[in-house]
């Protein structure tokens, strides 16, 4: 399925960072510093301004875990667990198995980074199967939510903040012991970017194991067996697309993964609670943030751009 209309934006939100071509709101996001980089994902700022009053209903879907510092706004979230509401603090979310519906009432800033499937089992915190498709506070895991919003000066830059996180997490992982996650969890992450067509059998001989062994390492360091590993990849590599937020030659490529437009709409309609139709006609500004970051990191991770160069939709 190509994109045939724009996306749909909501006029009430005014982003602080910028926008795509097609008027998506972005984030400031960028790799961690080389020396995180076994551990973290990526690193985002988000700072959008609305209405006092005004309420954005949207949702979050992340094939990661990872650690958001809620600044400011009024958020609710309907977890696995039930619905929880924040209004800031620093809360540890774990990946998804699909969408969550996620609201924010009022302005809204939002510092966070994502976590290397694997980092929980190197460092010998809780599996993160334990946390699918749940938030729970920081505390729970790595560090107080107090330590978190301490190292973050509210008159700071993003790229200030984002460097005082690295040094929270840095200390975290050197306490922690500091041992990197399994080789053949990094090696599936990368197929998981690069081909998440690709049989399992065949996923397993490239990393060089039996499928047995692929599917106890990777259920344990991404929480689900690799085939709804690489079934979210997909689905996510083609929500970015549908957003505007992916590589528009890569749009034939994205679409192919698919048998038809029937087990698209059925997929996604799955994981995301609507049609690819009604997911580009209603605005998705929260939830295209996350996919932007994700994209951004996955073209650098697969040597497509460079960290700090242009993405293809700005």
Same mark, same amino acid.
């Given at each position: 399925m190509q994109r045939r209309n724009r996306p749909a934006v909501d006029p009430s939100i005014a982003p602080q960072q910028g926008i795509t071509r097609d008027g998506q709101p972005l984030s400031y996001n960028? @790799?961690?510093a080389p020396d995180l980089a076994p551990w973290l994902g990526r690193l985002? /700022?988000?700072k959008v301004d609305l209405p006092k #009053?005004?309420? /954005?209903?949207?949702?979050? +879907?992340?094939d990661t875990a990872c650690v958001r510092v809620q600044m400011a706004g009024d958020w609710t979230a309907q977890t696995v667990d039930g619905p929880i509401t924040t209004q800031g603090g @620093? +809360?540890?979310f774990g990946p998804h198995s699909r969408r969550m519906p996620i609201s924010v009432t009022g302005s809204f800033v939002s510092v966070g980074y994502i976590i290397r499937p694997g980092t929980g089992t190197a460092l010998k915190l809780a599996r993160v199967g334990e946390f699918l498709d749940k938030i729970v506070?920081? #505390? /729970?895991?790595? $560090?107080?939510? =107090? =330590? +978190?919003?301490q190292a973050l000066e509210p008159d700071a830059t993003p790229e200030e903040w984002l460097q005082s996180i690295e040094g929270l997490v840095r200390q975290q992982v050197e306490r922690l012991g500091g041992a990197a !996650? #399994? !080789?053949v969890? $990094?090696? +599936?992450e990368e197929i998981s970017l690069r081909d998440p067509g690709i049989s399992v059998s065949d996923a397993a001989a490239e990393c060089g194991v039996d499928r047995r062994k692929l599917e106890r390492v990777v259920s344990r360091d991404f929480g689900l067996p690799p085939k709804q590993v690489l079934r979210r990849a997909r689905a996510l590599d083609m929500a970015s697309h549908l957003r505007g937020v992916a590589d528009a030659r890569e749009g034939d490529e994205i679409a192919l993964r698919y048998y038809d437009e029937s087990h698209l709409i059925h997929e996604f309609t799955e994981l995301f609670g609507m049609s690819p139709r009604q997911f580009v006609t209603r605005p998705q500004p929260i939830l295209t943030l996350a996919l932007e970051s994700r994209q951004a990191r996955r073209l650098e991770a697969l040597h497509r751009i460079e960290p700090g160069q242009a993405r293809p939709w700005e």
């Open positions: 960028r @790799a961690p985002y /700022v988000t #009053d005004y309420t /954005v209903s949207c949702g979050l +879907f992340s @620093a +809360f540890y506070p920081t #505390d /729970v895991l790595t $560090a107080p939510s =107090d =330590d +978190f919003l !996650p #399994d !080789p969890t $990094a090696r +599936f």
